[in-house]
């Protein structure tokens, strides 16, 4: 054994086994670590924290990377990085409950697209299996067109707490449930408009109209009510 009880200066070290650390750790220089796996590990409450610091005085901050480099050429599809969060069950079972993955949409050279995807653990009541429940995908061949997939499933609900605002088309497959609807333009309807309870119709005097009609419901070419 190597006990030293004040500083050691190491040009060069090369570990072949284990490294047991009581104090801080502090290197300068760049580190690589070639390892599979490396854990960082507390038993402290809200431990460990992993922090990158920058302390420059400049606008910029610091950077996670991940970097997929298979010494072969890229293809669609090919995942980036994936971030998971596990965690024990009610049987102790360590349980992947959330993740986010990045990967390749496009991989064709000055034509490249993004894909981010965040899943979480949804079940059937006997197994579960991680879902995406919000995809971000770049378009190729566009400029500035990006994709957003909310929700999975049918029965998925999306909630919007404030104000959406829509500023081209809105397509609605299935039935809109609508409480109050405030209309400044026009509706072009192809199908059936069926209305449960009172429709008021209120408008202000039209001074080209020689009838002088407000709040008139009016048809036009025939049509009959």
Do not use: C, W, Y
């Amino acid at each position: 054994d190597l006990d030293v009880d004040g500083t050691t200066n190491l040009d060069a070290v090369d570990i072949d086994g284990a490294v047991d650390m009581a104090s801080t750790l502090a290197v300068t220089g760049d580190a690589t670590f070639n390892g599979d796996t490396n854990t960082f590990a507390s038993g402290n409450s809200t431990d460990p924290i992993l922090i990158i610091k920058n302390t420059n005085s400049d606008a910029s901050g610091s950077r996670l990377r991940f970097t997929k480099d298979k010494g072969a050429v890229g293809a669609d599809g090919d995942d980036i990085g994936t971030i998971e969060f596990v965690s024990d069950n009610v049987a102790q079972e360590q349980t992947s409950f959330a993740s986010i993955l990045a990967e390749v949409s496009e991989s064709a050279d000055t034509d490249e697209a993004g894909k981010l995807s965040f899943f979480v653990s949804e079940s059937n009541g006997t197994s579960a299996q991680l879902t995406a429940g919000l995809v971000i995908e770049g378009e190729h061949a566009t400029d500035g067109q990006v994709d957003v997939t909310i929700a999975a499933g049918t029965a998925s609900t999306t909630t919007v707490a404030g104000d959406l605002v829509v500023t081209t088309d809105l397509d609605v497959d299935g039935t809109t449930n609508l409480d109050i609807v405030d209309i400044d333009g026009a509706v072009d309807m192809a199908g059936t408009f069926t209305l449960d309870g009172i429709m008021d119709i209120i408008d202000a005097t039209d001074a080209s109209d020689a009838t002088g009609d407000t709040g008139a419901l009016r048809t036009e070419g025939g049509a009959s009510i």
